[in-house]
């Protein structure tokens, strides 16, 4: 079946970059997102980037894609305190995650001063 | 615009006990979607909805029923709650599919339920 697997934590300094890793095992994943969750929060879209792509950039954010390996990696540059939080990676074989998203168990970033 | 809303927010019932959880969407989306979050573990999906009047299970639908009357809302029954339904649970809805990679899911700010 489908699974998705994430890192439980991740320490970082506060200006340095985070890189958060997700693998998984679906080959038509065909669209891959990143959520991040605040505490006591809802889920907010962060990114997402679809299999015939390498990689995206969104301002502080990178996002690799290698879809050999399964491999999907997020890297927020210049980590700040309002980083902190949990990154979920999911993904979906339809557009839009139309029968719903497999979620990984989510990366706690931690910032460290 | 609210997004997407949920209530109630927080809830506790005991065993056996049963209730409805209330998802309402402003965006006119066509896909909702019900999940549950427990500690150390992604969200899993229950129930979905592709359209007013149809449901489907998701990987957790056991326990739990839904209904789609109107296009904004997306109810999620317990009839006979147990405290293995303790747990956090997420809306979601989403556009019918675009062209430009934009429909994904927006999310629900949650329903924290203890079952005791």
């Known amino acids: 079946g489908e699974d998705v697997e994430q890192s439980l934590f991740l320490s970082v300094r506060e200006g340095d970059s985070s890189v958060i890793n997700c693998t998984y095992t679906d080959s038509s994943s065909t669209y891959l997102y990143w959520y991040k969750q605040e505490p006591g929060a809802g889920l907010q879209l962060l990114t997402y980037i679809f299999s015939n792509m390498d990689m995206k950039q969104d301002q502080r954010l990178t996002v690799l894609l290698n879809k050999k390996d399964k491999h999907l990696s997020l890297r927020i540059a210049d980590t700040q305190t309002g980083d902190s939080a949990i990154y979920f990676c999911a993904e979906s074989a339809t557009r839009g995650g139309a029968d719903g998203l497999t979620f990984g168990k989510g990366t706690h970033l931690i910032i460290q001063p | 615009n609210a997004g997407v809303t949920q209530t109630p927010k927080f809830r506790v019932l005991k065993t056996g006990q049963s209730m409805t959880l209330l998802c309402a969407q402003d965006m006119n989306h066509e896909y909702m979607y019900w999940y549950r979050q427990d500690p150390g573990m992604g969200l899993r999906l229950i129930h979905y909805?592709?359209?007013?009047?149809?449901?489907a299970k998701g990987e957790v639908p056991d326990g739990y029923n839904v209904s789609r009357l109107k296009k904004q809302n997306f109810l999620l029954g317990l009839e006979s709650a147990a405290p293995s339904q303790t747990s956090v649970y997420f809306c979601?809805?989403?556009?019918?599919?675009?062209?430009?990679?934009?429909?994904?899911?927006?999310f629900g700010p949650g329903t924290r339920l203890t079952v005791l």
């Open positions: 979601a809805s989403s556009r019918r599919l675009a062209g430009d990679g934009s429909d994904t899911q927006y």
């Open positions: 909805s592709v359209g007013e009047g149809t449901t």
